[in-house]
Nanobody, 128 residues
Framework: QVQLVESGGGLVQTGDSLRLSCAAS????????MGWFRQAPGKERVFVAA????????YYADPVKGRFTISRDNAKNTVYLQMNSLKPEDTAVYYC?????????????????????WGQGTQVTVSS
């Protein structure tokens, strides 16, 4: 089992950058594929980015491709989401999620129900 805690959200202006962090408990962090999702008010939770357990593979949703970068440090039990060139439409609560690699058919999971563990979320607000 793993517990996830996000941090790094805040209020920024269009074009600014933020780096979100997601700290995981436990000693088996490297056994989990990780993902970032976001949920805007009144909308469903949607996929943002994913990274394999080793960190060798990454995938991004089209709206963030070229602006966001997902990374992880398995020694620090942390996954990051670097967000550059932020836009008002990036405003949402951002969640990190973990999926046990041993039980996954593929490292790439883009739907919320495919993840086993979730953090509490961190708010990102981008003003125009």
């Amino acid at each position: 089992q793993v517990q996830l805690v996000e941090s790094g959200g805040g209020l920024v202006q269009t074009g600014d950058s933020l780096r979100l962090s997601c700290a995981a408990s436990g000693r088996t962090f490297s056994s989990y594929h990780m993902g970032w999702f976001r949920q805007a008010p009144g909308k469903e939770r949607v996929f943002v980015a994913a990274i394999s357990s080793s960190g060798n593979a990454r995938y991004y949703a089209d709206p963030v491709k070229g602006r966001f970068t997902i990374s992880r440090d398995n020694a620090k039990n942390t996954v990051y989401l670097q967000m550059n060139s932020l836009k008002p439409e990036d405003t949402a609560v951002y969640y990190c999620a973990a999926n046990l690699a041993a039980s996954s058919g593929s490292w790439l999971q883009t739907r919320p129900y495919e993840y086993d563990y979730w953090g509490q979320g961190t708010q990102v607000t981008v003003s125009s």
